[in-house]
């Protein structure tokens, strides 16, 4: 079963920036596209962005020009670089393989932007 262990939560002002790292278990990484995705309380999951193995990006048009996402396959890691956060970025959020995503979840990491 494959694990995700995302990191990088906190609270932030609007217009603040923060960055997330994914590191699911190595073999897992190997070959496959990785996204992000988000789950604000009362919402459905929603993909943020997804990188595949040769670092072809895909965003959804609400962070376009604010998020990054990027990866380190020596490292097995992926990224999220969310820059002029916003209030309604605020959300639990998990990585997870890309575009489909594997069955089971990490928990999540929590990003809450608040003045």
């Known amino acids: 079963q494959v694990q995700l262990v995302e990191s990088g939560c906190g609270l932030v002002q609007p217009g603040g920036s923060l960055r997330l790292s994914c590191a699911p278990t190595?073999?897992?990484?190997?070959?496959?596209?990785m996204g992000w995705y988000r789950q604000a309380p009362g919402n459905q999951r929603e993909l943020v962005a997804g990188?595949?193995?040769?670092?072809?990006?895909v965003y959804v048009n609400f962070v376009k020009g604010r998020f990054t996402i990027s990866r380190t396959n020596a490292k097995n890691t992926v990224y999220l670089q969310m820059n002029s956060l916003k209030p309604e970025d605020t959300a639990v959020y998990c990585c997870?393989?890309?575009?489909?995503?594997?069955?089971?979840w990490g928990q999540g990491t929590q990003v809450t932007v608040s003045s």
């Open positions: 997870n393989r890309f575009p489909i995503p594997w069955g089971s």
């Open positions: 190595e073999l897992a990484f190997i070959g496959v596209g």
């Open positions: 990188i595949s193995y040769l670092f072809e990006r």
